[in-house]
Structure formats: C-alpha cells, structure tokens
C-alpha cells in the first residue's frame, strides 16, 4: 500500500512563492492519479490541483494561473509550485493519492507579512 510524505511547508510572504513535494512508495506511481487540496480550520477540505485519470491538471478557480501542479515519475514525487501567493492560501496542504482515496500527512501553509 503506498504511503505519501509531504514536505514543503511554512511561513512566506504575500506575494512571494514556496513549493510542496509528495514522495509516494511502491512501484506504480507512475500510474497513480494525484492531487493536491487544502483545508482551513472548521471548513471542508478542498481541491487546489488535480491529475485527471487522463494526465490533464485541473484546478480551482482561486488558484489558477497562480499554482501549478506536476510531476517527476521517476522520482515517484509530485510537486505544487505555488507562486504569487495571497493571506487567503493560509491553509494546511495535503496531497492525496486519488485512486486510494490515501492522504499525506498535511502541511501548513501560512502567508503573512
């Protein structure tokens, strides 16, 4: 069963840009559908930026043209370059692994000045 590790998080800027990491074990990466969400304390989680089943990236409105979503096969990692970003992209940041329905662990994300 794969397990997901995150790394990437922490205090920045508004404005300013960070990069998360998601290293998934096994094998078959490769094949697996990934995505990134967030969630904000007392609010649902929510998707920021999605693999389709097809290889297409797909994400939501508030982040677009701001965040993007890819990925290094070989390194089994998935990674959201997150850039341009604003006080509201507070949240902590999970990915997930969407066939299993399997979560990282979540990091923080704070964007203050």
């Known amino acids: 069963q794969a397990l997901l590790v995150e790394s990437g998080g922490g205090l920045v800027q508004p404005g300013g840009s960070l990069r998360r990491s998601c290293v998934a074990s096994g094998s078959m990466f490769s094949t697996y559908v990934m995505g990134w969400y967030r969630q904000a304390p007392g609010k649902q989680r929510e998707l920021v930026a999605t693999?389709?089943?097809?290889?297409?990236?797909i994400y939501a409105d508030s982040v677009k043209g701001r965040f993007t979503i890819y990925r290094i096969n070989a390194e089994n990692t998935v990674y959201l370059q997150m850039t341009d970003l604003k006080p509201e992209d507070t949240d902590v940041y999970y990915c997930?692994?969407?066939?299993?329905?399997?979560w990282g662990q979540g990091t923080k994300i704070t964007v203050s000045s």
């Open positions: 997930k692994l969407q066939d299993m329905g399997k």
């Open positions: 693999f389709t089943s097809g290889g297409t990236a």
